[in-house]
T-cell receptor
Framework: DGGITQSPKYLFRKEGQNVTLSCEQNLNHDAMYWYRQDPGQGLRLIYYSQIVNDFQKGDIAEGYSVSREKKESFPLTVTSAQKNPTAFYLC????????????FGNGTRLTVT | GQQLNQSPQSMFIQEGEDVSMNCTSSSIFNTWLWYKQDPGEGPVLLIALYKAGELTSNGRLTAQFGITRKDSFLNISASIPSDVGIYFCAGQLPSGSRLTFGEGTQLTVNP
């Protein structure tokens, strides 16, 4: 079955450590996205990529970094510069062009203490 | 960025009741999407709307793309306990830019 896999489901880190969240898709989608979700809030776009080796900042990119070395993979690194990293992180993918619905993974809940 | 106003923020209903929620914007959108998110999971696409005035159903769910292209609503008929979750609207501007999401409607269904 095609889909998006995020791992791990739960992640715990100490403050000051960088942490990388994994996102892999086998839908053959060119575009991939990272969103952050806080309790009671909507989805805020962190970074997105429409093609391999290229990515763009979203609305809340500070303290995060990404890479897109392969079409299938779009890992997100939460750096120590991110002031409030505890959140639910969602990865999504879509085809490029036109009105393309996003397909979401099942998320990673990151807790930083 | 662009804002979508989604309402209500939360709803508490009895099983069997109908539900209605909507999204509005000051901007014109080319596409409206409705997603449902179960607790601890990623959002799942329910309905996609691509034309002003379009009315689309998916089982007990019905969504409409407003004539003005600035709004959309989602109706759920005869709610059941598994309808519990957060419902998000999302819109895409004519420029083809990335999606803008509403802040979600938290639905609770009491058996």
């Amino acid at each position: 079955d095609g889909g998006i896999t995020q791992s791990p489901k739960y992640l715990f880190r100490k403050e000051g450590q960088n942490v990388t969240l994994s996102c892999e898709q086998n839908l053959n989608h060119d575009a991939m996205y990272w969103y952050r979700q806080d309790p009671g809030q909507g989805l805020r776009l962190i970074y997105y990529s429409q093609i391999v080796n290229d990515f763009q900042k979203g609305d809340i990119a500070e303290g995060y970094s990404v890479s897109r070395e392969k079409k299938e993979s779009f890992p997100l690194t939460v750096t120590s510069a991110q002031k409030n990293p505890t959140a639910f992180y969602l990865c999504a993918s879509s085809i490029v062009g036109g009105a393309s619905p996003l397909h979401f993974g099942n998320g990673t809940r990151l807790t930083v203490t | 960025g662009q804002q979508l106003n989604q309402s209500p923020q939360s709803m508490f209903i009895q099983e069997g009741e109908d539900v209605s929620m909507n999204c509005t914007s000051s901007s014109i959108f080319n596409t409206w999407l409705w997603y449902k998110q179960d607790p601890g999971e990623g959002p799942v696409l329910l309905i996609a709307l691509y034309k002003a005035g379009e009315l689309t159903s998916n089982g007990r769910l019905t969504a409409q793309f407003g004539i003005t292209r600035k709004d959309s609503f989602l109706n759920i008929s005869a709610s059941i306990p598994s309808d519990v979750g957060i419902y998000f609207c999302a819109g895409q501007l004519p420029s083809g830019s990335r999606l803008t999401f509403g802040e979600g409607t938290q639905l609770t269904v009491n058996p």
